[in-house]
């Protein structure tokens, strides 16, 4: 038994909440969130080289639980924004991605400078199954 972060209330060391306050994991003396993030300790600028998070913060103020989205020279998550990006919706110059906005991209659907992808939009010369140049898309 542990006393819990918020109210010291007693309480076991495998509890995911307070009975009497609520607090995820009480007895742990810091908590940030639910998943896994890796940060690497080498940074480009302020960026880490790495980054991968599959984390979510908890709730608050009214808020639902948040992912934390990976923020790195390389990003991968599940929302990831760097310079190559491995996620599900990401934003980078290099990109592998479900949704993306990428120079590069390979991707289900994206937005890209030149785009090798299934479905996407392209501005200068795209290849893909389905691809459709933006001033043909605008009508211009």
């Given amino acids: 038994m542990k006393p819990c972060r918020e109210c010291n ?8 909440a307070c009975p009497e306050c609520g607090a995820p994991m009480p ?3 810091q908590w940030d969130g639910w998943g896994f993030e890796y940060k690497s300790e080498t940074t480009i600028g302020s960026w880490p080289l790495v980054h991968i998070s599959f984390k ?4 608050s103020s ?3 639980r948040r992912p934390v989205p990976a923020k790195g020279i390389i990003a991968i998550g ?3 924004v760097g310079f190559v990006t491995i996620s599900q919706f990401g934003i980078g110059v290099v990109s592998i991605s479900q949704f993306t906005i990428a120079g590069y991209a390979l991707a289900q ?3 890209a400078f030149q785009l090798i992808a299934q ?4 501005w200068l010369d795209g290849i893909g199954q389905v691809v459709w140049s933006l001033p043909e898309l605008l009508g211009l």
């Avoid at 479905?119 to 392209?122: A, D, L």
């Fill in 9 to 16: 209330r007693e309480v076991s060391e495998q509890a995911v």
């Fill in 62 to 64: 009214g808020l639902p």
């Fill in 56 to 59: 979510y913060r908890p709730a």
């Fill in 27 to 29: 007895a742990r003396e």
């Fill in 119 to 122: 479905i996407g939009i392209y």
């Fill in 78 to 80: 599940q929302f990831a």
């Fill in 109 to 111: 659907f994206a937005i």
